[in-house]
Protein backbone atom coordinates (compact mmCIF):
# COMPACT_ATOMS: atom_id res chain seq x y z
CA UNK A 1 0.00 0.00 0.00
CA UNK A 2 1.46 3.56 -1.03
CA UNK A 3 0.93 5.91 1.06
CA UNK A 4 2.04 9.93 0.92
CA UNK A 5 2.25 12.17 3.42
CA UNK A 6 2.07 15.91 3.30
CA UNK A 7 3.72 18.35 6.09
CA UNK A 8 4.54 21.84 6.18
CA UNK A 9 1.69 24.01 6.22
CA UNK A 10 0.88 26.85 8.57
CA UNK A 11 -0.10 30.53 9.16
CA UNK A 12 2.32 32.89 7.67
CA UNK A 13 2.13 36.45 7.10
CA UNK A 14 2.09 37.99 3.86
CA UNK A 15 5.30 37.98 2.20
CA UNK A 16 6.84 35.33 4.33
CA UNK A 17 8.30 32.07 3.13
CA UNK A 18 6.74 28.21 3.47
CA UNK A 19 7.92 25.07 2.73
CA UNK A 20 6.07 21.82 2.12
CA UNK A 21 7.23 18.56 2.20
CA UNK A 22 6.06 14.76 1.13
CA UNK A 23 6.86 11.58 1.26
CA UNK A 24 5.98 8.51 -0.41
CA UNK A 25 6.30 5.43 1.33
CA UNK A 26 5.07 1.38 0.86
CA UNK A 27 5.15 -0.38 -1.94
CA UNK A 28 7.27 1.42 -4.78
CA UNK A 29 8.58 0.25 -7.64
CA UNK A 30 9.10 3.84 -9.49
CA UNK A 31 7.63 7.15 -9.48
CA UNK A 32 7.03 9.13 -12.26
CA UNK A 33 5.82 12.65 -12.19
CA UNK A 34 5.39 14.42 -8.54
CA UNK A 35 3.21 17.54 -8.13
CA UNK A 36 1.46 20.08 -5.70
CA UNK A 37 -2.63 20.86 -6.19
CA UNK A 38 -4.17 23.24 -4.21
CA UNK A 39 -8.12 23.47 -3.13
CA UNK A 40 -9.30 27.27 -1.49
CA UNK A 41 -12.85 27.11 -0.20
CA UNK A 42 -15.58 27.17 -3.38
CA UNK A 43 -12.92 26.46 -5.79
CA UNK A 44 -11.70 23.59 -7.98
CA UNK A 45 -8.27 21.61 -6.60
CA UNK A 46 -5.53 23.32 -9.22
CA UNK A 47 -2.43 22.27 -10.51
CA UNK A 48 0.80 24.51 -8.48
CA UNK A 49 3.34 22.58 -9.77
CA UNK A 50 5.06 19.57 -11.55
CA UNK A 51 8.21 18.07 -11.69
CA UNK A 52 9.25 14.59 -13.51
CA UNK A 53 11.28 12.48 -12.59
CA UNK A 54 13.83 13.91 -14.85
CA UNK A 55 13.85 16.87 -13.20
CA UNK A 56 11.60 19.03 -15.52
CA UNK A 57 9.28 21.15 -13.69
CA UNK A 58 5.99 23.20 -14.94
CA UNK A 59 4.28 25.80 -12.40
CA UNK A 60 0.83 27.68 -12.46
CA UNK A 61 1.40 31.31 -13.78
CA UNK A 62 0.12 32.48 -10.57
CA UNK A 63 3.13 30.85 -8.65
CA UNK A 64 5.71 31.59 -11.11
CA UNK A 65 9.07 33.60 -9.69
CA UNK A 66 7.69 32.56 -6.08
CA UNK A 67 7.50 28.75 -5.89
CA UNK A 68 10.04 26.08 -6.95
CA UNK A 69 9.05 22.45 -6.58
CA UNK A 70 12.18 19.80 -6.25
CA UNK A 71 12.19 15.93 -5.37
CA UNK A 72 14.88 13.82 -4.23
CA UNK A 73 14.04 10.26 -6.42
CA UNK A 74 16.53 8.40 -4.13
CA UNK A 75 13.95 9.44 -0.83
CA UNK A 76 11.10 9.07 -2.78
CA UNK A 77 10.27 13.06 -1.47
CA UNK A 78 9.08 16.58 -3.28
CA UNK A 79 9.24 19.82 -1.56
CA UNK A 80 7.49 22.79 -2.26
CA UNK A 81 9.64 26.02 -1.01
CA UNK A 82 7.02 29.02 -1.08
CA UNK A 83 8.04 32.48 -1.14
CA UNK A 84 6.23 35.79 -1.50
CA UNK A 85 3.21 34.03 0.06
CA UNK A 86 0.18 35.90 -0.99
CA UNK A 87 -4.00 35.80 0.51
CA UNK A 88 -4.81 34.45 -2.51
CA UNK A 89 -2.39 31.47 -1.74
CA UNK A 90 -4.32 30.18 1.08
CA UNK A 91 -5.73 26.73 0.44
CA UNK A 92 -5.50 23.24 1.16
CA UNK A 93 -2.38 21.66 -0.68
CA UNK A 94 -1.84 18.16 -1.88
CA UNK A 95 1.01 16.29 -2.73
CA UNK A 96 0.18 14.19 -5.79
CA UNK A 97 2.88 11.59 -7.29
CA UNK A 98 2.03 8.87 -10.47
CA UNK A 99 3.59 5.50 -8.81
CA UNK A 100 4.40 1.93 -10.24
CA UNK A 101 4.08 -0.63 -7.89
CA UNK A 102 5.62 -3.28 -9.57
CA UNK A 103 7.54 -3.92 -12.49
CA UNK A 104 4.43 -5.10 -14.53
CA UNK A 105 1.94 -2.84 -13.14
CA UNK A 106 -0.29 -0.21 -14.71
CA UNK A 107 0.92 3.65 -13.23
CA UNK A 108 -1.60 5.18 -10.53
CA UNK A 109 -2.11 8.60 -9.43
CA UNK A 110 -1.40 8.93 -5.53
CA UNK A 111 -2.87 11.77 -3.33
CA UNK A 112 -2.45 12.52 0.18
CA UNK A 113 -4.33 14.05 2.60
CA UNK A 114 -3.28 17.54 2.84
CA UNK A 115 -1.95 20.29 4.46
CA UNK A 116 -3.35 23.70 5.42
CA UNK A 117 -1.64 26.85 4.25
CA UNK A 118 -3.31 30.08 5.58
CA UNK A 119 -1.42 33.25 4.81
CA UNK A 120 -3.09 36.21 6.42
CA UNK A 121 -1.72 38.92 8.77
Known sequence: QVQLVESGGGLVQPGGSLNLSCAASGRIFSINAMGWYRQAPGKQRELVARITSGGSTNYADSVKGRFTISRDNA????????????????AVYYCNAVIKVRSFTYERVYWGQGTQVTVSS
Open 75 to 90: KNTASLQMNSLKAEDT
